[in-house]
């Protein structure tokens, strides 16, 4: 059964910090790995969709990589601003379309 | 930009009550799913559906749980006989298609309490 950890489950940081949040996944027969950002109460947004076969993925401030023999995953997030406060979930898509959540990185950034 | 919509936004019911959440996934969308969150706890998967069958379910999608696609649109979890621990957030999300390609989109939730 597909396990996923997330560490670290809390970070504060402050305002202008470069961070890195870490994913790990006992399963390697992954389609996919996601990131999500979730704020309180809320929904999920998808940030990063990584394939299998791919090493690393960008958009603006994050970027994702990932190394599937490893079972590892981390999210870099650079430059971080107080509206980047949320939980940060990581999720792997496994053959059936469902995704196995970690527990989250509730991260704070200060001003 | 598209999004998947979700209704109603919070539920209250009682112990032994039905509940029907409903879902309108993004249009062009042909895979959907419903996930929950117990406070404090993680994101479960509940079951995917496509081409109007379930196609996985988890173990905690037993018989009090089912889906449905009744029109072109709309995608409900009906709960048939509600229980306290049934009390949590309900996502839906749809993708366009299966595999490794295409990302999950979901829902703002339907926070379900149970009383």
């Known amino acids: 059964k597909q396990e996923v950890t997330q560490i670290p489950a809390a970070l504060s940081v402050p305002e202008g910090e470069n961070l890195v949040l870490n994913c790990s996944f006992t399963d390697s027969a992954i389609y996919n790995l996601q990131w999500f950002r979730q704020d309180p109460g809320k929904g999920l947004t998808s940030l990063l969709l990584i394939q299998s076969s791919q090493r690393e993925q960008t958009s603006g401030r994050l970027n994702a990589s990932l190394d599937k023999s490893s079972g590892r995953s981390t999210l870099y997030i650079a430059a971080s601003q107080p509206g980047d406060s949320a939980t940060y979930l990581c999720a792997v898509n496994t053959p059936g379309n469902m995704l196995t959540f970690g527990g989250g990185t509730r991260l704070m950034v200060k001003p | 930009e598209p999004e998947v919509t979700q209704t109603p936004s919070h539920q209250v019911t009682q112990m032994g009550q039905e509940v029907i959440l409903r879902c309108v996934p993004i249009?062009?969308?042909?895979?959907f799913y419903w996930y929950r969150q117990i406070l404090g706890q993680k994101v479960e998967f509940l079951v995917s559906?496509?081409?109007?069958?379930?196609?996985?379910k988890s173990e905690i999608f037993d018989d009090q749980f089912s889906v449905e696609r009744p029109d072109g649109s709309n995608f409900t979890l009906k709960i048939r006989s509600t229980k306290l621990e049934d009390s949590a957030m309900y996502f839906c999300a749809s993708s366009r298609t299966g595999g490794i390609t295409y990302e999950q989109y979901f829902g703002p939730g339907t926070r379900l309490t149970v009383t």
């Open positions: 249009s062009n969308h042909l895979y």
């Open positions: 559906f496509y081409n109007n069958e379930i196609s996985e």
